[in-house]
């Protein structure tokens, strides 16, 4: 018997002594998975070469990030987010037919229990930030106007903060809203233009970004998630370009598709219309919805 | 300006788009060692394409884990043990000389503060299991008996437990002691065989592993720390070769050269000498150590 089919590891036969042990896994899909997570663990500390205390200071980042982790905060999830991982998956579970739009991250800041709103409300409820009005329509990929389409909205205020992170200095659903389309498949709201912010970097990946040289900002967005019968649901934000960090967010979330124009428009009739008081921000963006894939 | 040039992330491009934001790191390891962690860490994501679910599934896998640590409770190292990765980063600072014993595992339960003991002592304290006598030399790689190496050794007693994890039920230091060499690098003391044991298995880690079909057994062993002035200190575990999972330690602890010969012995004569009562187990094992490297 050779040493690894007596199951002795060494440094050359690590992954196949390892995943040698999982031949009785109770899902194949289990077995698939941590044969590819030990073949990559193992190639990353090969070339690693970590020492005792590299190794054991990973060890004790990782204690860390569980230790932050709470009902309200999601430190790994963070630390997908920092690392690319959460957009890759995401990108990986959304590729979409040529003409249909980009998804990105939900995030942790949606809620389910929005309230629906007509057509044109306006979402935030404390007059705070500079007004702004977003319209657009929602399309398949023939560009035929989606009626019914239920459009769930959500942004942080001109502080960077969402509602659910200012419970009580904001009023509760405050800059969320959920339409619904017409025959025309268009759609339009009030709200204010929102602000880039920080991702929570108080813990353990807040240290290592800083380690890093990186900044904890997402530039800012407005964040959708779009859903019609027969349709693929469509989660995704639109980005201002303009934002000082659209070419850096913390999380990885943009992509050139979703960059909308914000207009700052000075138009006084429109503005009284709308019941603005003064210059305020014109967004327009139409979404395309790809057909639910036949399974 | 390409997507990748504007850090617009992208499936095909996302290890440079994250890599890329690495360029002000604050240390050029840490740098390194991010781009591997993130290279392995995407091509792992694309191998694997995990659903929303699955991810979630291993963020919430790593948070129980997190959540599983205390100050006496280690899960990450468990998981790192069970992967095979606290023995590949334990081969990798261990690359002996030709002819010098081998490494494994510290583990968690070596205590700093044995006391030293005359050679021959018998470190069980509690009378309880099959008595041992356990004899050897410590040499040098040209053979030379080595003078002066201390020999620091813990074991289980014959339930699988050491005496941190039964305190109150086994005496403090029980089955621990260290020797000192003489002129002729030999040592012997006497103990009780030692079992086999599971690896704490009530937390994600256990689950883990029962998920994969894989029991959580260590085979028995001793454990060895032996330094000496000059050389390079050995950690490391001599294995009776008749346990039921020498051929599947749940950690991949075992290598060819560390199994002992485990002899049942009936002389009567030699019990008396030893003040054992009956039959008892003897063990040889020479170590050898290597010259300290030149840093």
Excluded at 19 to 32: D, I, M, P
Excluded at 70 to 93: K, P, T, Y
Excluded at 144 to 168: C, H, M, R, S
């Amino acid at each position: 018997m050779e040493a690894h089919e007596k199951g002795y590891f060494t440094e050359e036969n690590s992954v196949e002594v390892v995943t040698g042990r999982n031949a009785n896994a109770k899902s194949e899909r289990l077995k698939e998975v941590m044969s590819v997570i030990t073949l990559k663990l193992h190639e990353a500390v090969k070339q690693i070469e970590p020492t005792q205390e590299e190794w054991m200071e990973a060890i004790l980042f990782l204690t860390r990030t569980g230790g932050m982790c709470n009902e309200w905060r999601q430190e790994f999830i963070l630390l997908s987010d920092v690392l690319g991982v959460s957009m890759l998956v995401d990108a990986i579970n959304n590729r979409k037919p040529s003409g249909a739009s980009e998804s990105t991250v939900l995030g942790p800041f949606h809620v389910a229990d929005a309230p629906e709103l007509p057509m044109g409300a306006n979402i935030c409820l404390d007059s705070k930030g500079e007004d702004m009005v977003i319209s657009g329509r929602i399309l398949d990929i023939e560009g035929n106007p989606i009626k019914n389409a239920v459009i769930d909205v959500w942004q942080a205020n001109d502080e960077g903060f969402y509602d659910v992170q200012q419970k009580g200095l904001q009023p509760d659903f405050n800059l969320r809203g959920i339409f619904r389309t017409g025959g025309d498949g268009s759609y339009w709201f009030r709200a204010v233009k929102p602000k880039y912010y920080p991702i929570p970097d108080d813990g353990p990946v807040g240290q290592l970004l800083a380690q890093l040289g990186r900044h904890p900002y997402r530039p800012a967005h407005l964040h959708y998630i779009i859903s019609a019968d027969g349709f693929e649901t469509l989660t995704t934000h639109i980005f201002d370009p303009d934002d000082p960090y659209i070419h850096s967010d913390a999380v990885f979330g943009v992509k050139e598709s979703l960059l909308a124009k914000f207009r700052l428009t000075e138009d006084q009739a429109r503005a009284r219309q709308l019941e603005f008081s003064g210059k305020f921000w014109e967004v327009n963006h139409d979404f395309v919805l790809a057909y639910k894939r036949q399974v």
